[in-house]
């Protein structure tokens, strides 16, 4: 079996969050103000959303295969729903897949480490879609990449720059922070 390298526990003595991946992936620049807990998330409509949508999938539901409850990994980490060898994720829309890859693959690696081989599914309630993810050699490859890069980012003192607006940046949280009015994407 494959081992990665564990993350340096310098920077504020924490493993690296799933959602630090998830950003990441989005846009490296957002993914610094994360770690820095400039968190002006929790106040975007789009962040409401999808946490209602995950609200809603976890509610208790009479069809038993339907019903979601979270699951912790210690302390650090909360996975939506392990059922049999499946670990489900849920998201709003498929429009971020990859990011949402990504954290699904930390989460079943993190599962691994614990003793526990499991296959991964996500899972977007509002277009019925479901999607494969296994950590094999590829995955574990990409996940690799991803954790150095989250970790040097928490090296860094300053934000990564970002060139010119991304269409991402429209909905992020952020935009004030990164964009002056005249260059709103
Ligand atoms: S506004 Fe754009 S550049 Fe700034 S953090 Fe968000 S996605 Fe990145």
Redesign the pocket.
């Known amino acids: 079996m494959h081992h990665l390298e564990t993350p340096s526990e310098t920077w504020s003595e924490q493993a690296v969050r799933g959602y630090e991946l998830n950003a990441w992936s989005?846009?490296?620049?957002?993914c610094?103000?994360l770690q820095r807990q400039l968190v002006m998330e929790p106040h975007s409509p789009y962040v409401e959303l999808g946490r209602l949508v995950h609200q809603q999938a976890l509610e208790p539901s009479p069809h038993a295969e339907n019903a979601y409850t979270e699951v912790p990994i210690e302390n650090f980490a909360r996975v939506d729903k392990i059922a049999g060898e499946l670990v489900f994720e849920i998201k709003r829309s498929p429009r971020k897949s990859e990011a949402h890859r990504l954290q699904l693959l930390y989460y079943l690696y993190l599962l691994r480490e614990r003793g526990l081989e499991l296959k991964g599914v996500l899972y977007y309630p509002q277009q019925n879609r479901r999607e494969t993810v296994e950590l094999d050699a590829e995955g574990l490859a990409s996940l690799q990449r991803a954790l150095n890069a989250v970790q040097q980012l928490r090296q860094q003192p300053l934000?990564p720059h970002?060139p010119k607006?991304?269409s991402?940046?429209r909905t992020?949280?952020?935009?004030e922070?990164?964009?002056c009015e005249e260059e709103t994407?």
Do not use: D, G, N, S
């Not at 989005?26 to 957002?30: S, V």
């Not at 992020?172 to 935009?175: G, I, K, P, R, S």
């Open positions: 989005i846009c490296p620049r957002k610094w103000f934000p970002v607006p991304l991402i940046c992020c949280a952020y935009q922070l990164c964009w994407p």
